[in-house]
């Protein structure tokens, strides 16, 4: 007799072994387990073999649900097809599209380059692809995703205003197909065909005070800083060394030498080593520093964890409690340019030095994109010079540009 739902529900294991297994008709029945679990089963046989075929487990498939899955069998079996095989290929087809989704693809080459980029850097790709990305992508056999799909993603970010979010977004959307070229997972990149398919969007520098008398005022507001020492420190350093803020604040006492005044330390972006010559002014900070963080890796370490490195948003947060707009008057970034534009202006320093110091790539007629090393002695002569006039401004002498006075 068909079993019913109540008899499938009360079945109990018996430890005699008498009864546990309660056939419902047409081969198939419920296995009870000494775990309690119960078990849907069909024996069935198949090219003169007796095989059998697990239907799923009571109460997740239920005695309907089962006994459909029964007749699909039977009817796989009519036409002649092994419906234990065909399992097999369904859930090796489950699988590959589980390993061959866009998702574990893109955590795939995130992995990969984990070791090759900053932290933060790493973290906001990560958080574009949770946001932008991967709700609409994620679960997709990477093989199936054509340019319209994608396209639809990018104007979905492009229509919320982050123009410039799309295109980054496109760029790691085509980075994620080459690793799955590179990987056997796809073969064709269709985010490479999206190039110019959202418009350009407007480039906007970040905000800088490229005047001396301005940069007066700010050098002077940083003495009234009411924050940690720590903090206090960073920005009075960041316009006299105008390295890069994510360089800035994981700077560690391993990589200075107060022998020699210098630190040096390997620049992601240009995958690059460079050397900053330290004025006299900033060995002055650092020392008075190290008494306090010179027991830790991190010359600016966290407020909330010592072993991690300062905010990436400490410097900007630290600039608006002075009361400056980080959109419009002044970022962390922007004290490059209030030093490249008034080296060159005022102090009247040679562009290639400069960009040196910048750690940017300058090519020279060797065709070396960088070198370490390059017009150091300049550059060392420079970053002197420039603590040296900061130090006037902010006490306020008077500043006369040198070809006014000439």
């Known amino acids: 007799m068909p079993l019913t739902d109540a008899q499938v529900k009360n079945a109990r294991y018996n430890p005699d072994g008498e009864g546990n297994r309660l056939s419902d008709g047409g081969r198939m029945y419920l296995q009870l387990d000494k775990s309690g679990a119960k078990y849907w089963r069909l024996n069935y ?31 796989k079996l009519a036409d002649g097809v092994d419906p234990g095989e065909a399992k097999k290929v369904e859930k090796r087809a489950t699988l590959l599209a589980a390993s061959n989704s866009f998702e574990a693809v893109a955590m795939a080459w995130m992995e990969e380059r984990r070791s090759s980029v900053e932290q933060a850097q790493y973290d906001k790709t990560l958080a574009r692809f949770k946001v932008d990305a991967l709700p609409w992508l994620g679960k997709r056999p990477i093989t199936e995703i054509d340019a319209p799909e994608i396209l639809a993603v990018l104007k979905r970010v492009d ?35 999206l190039v110019g398919a959202i418009p350009p969007s407007v480039t906007k520098h970040f905000a800088a005070i490229t005047e001396p008398d301005e940069a007066a005022e700010l050098l002077r507001a940083f003495d009234g800083f009411k924050g940690t020492f720590v ?56 020392l008075e520093l190290h008494a306090l963080t010179g027991d830790g890796r991190y010359v600016f370490p966290g407020a909330r964890d010592k072993k991690r490195p300062m905010s990436d948003a400490a410097v900007n947060a630290a600039l608006r409690r002075l009361g400056y707009d980080t959109q419009e008057e002044i970022t962390g970034h922007g004290f490059r340019a209030m030093a490249r534009t008034i080296l ?53 002498a008077e500043i006369i540009p040198i070809n006014a006075a000439r």
């Not at 006994?67 to 039977?74: P, T």
């Not at 994109?369 to 306020?396: C, E, P, S, V």
Request: aromatic share 10%; glycine share 4%.
């Open 45 to 75: 046989r198949f090219a003169g073999k007796d095989k059998t075929l697990a239907l799923g487990v009571y109460p997740d498939v239920s005695l309907a649900a089962a006994r459909k899955k029964r007749d699909v069998a039977r009817e």
């Open 231 to 286: 903090v206090q420190c960073a920005l009075k350093l960041s316009p006299m060394l105008f390295q890069r803020p994510g360089e800035l604040r994981q700077m560690e006492w391993a990589s200075i030498d107060f022998d020699r005044a210098q630190w040096s330390f390997f620049v992601n972006k240009t995958k690059t080593h460079h050397l900053v010559p330290l004025p006299t002014q900033a060995v002055t900070i650092l």
């Open 344 to 396: 060159h202006e005022e102090l009247e320093q040679q562009p290639d030095t400069i960009e040196h110091q910048l750690a940017h790539k300058v090519p020279d007629a060797l065709g070396t994109a960088y070198n370490r090393t390059k017009f150091l002695k300049q550059r060392r002569a420079m970053m002197q010079k420039w603590a040296d006039y900061l130090d006037k401004i902010k006490a306020g």
């Open 159 to 193: 229509a919320r205003g982050a123009r410039f979010t799309s295109h980054r977004l496109r760029s790691e959307i085509s980075r994620v197909f080459r690793h799955g070229i590179k990987e056997g997972y796809c073969k064709y990149d269709p985010a490479r065909d």
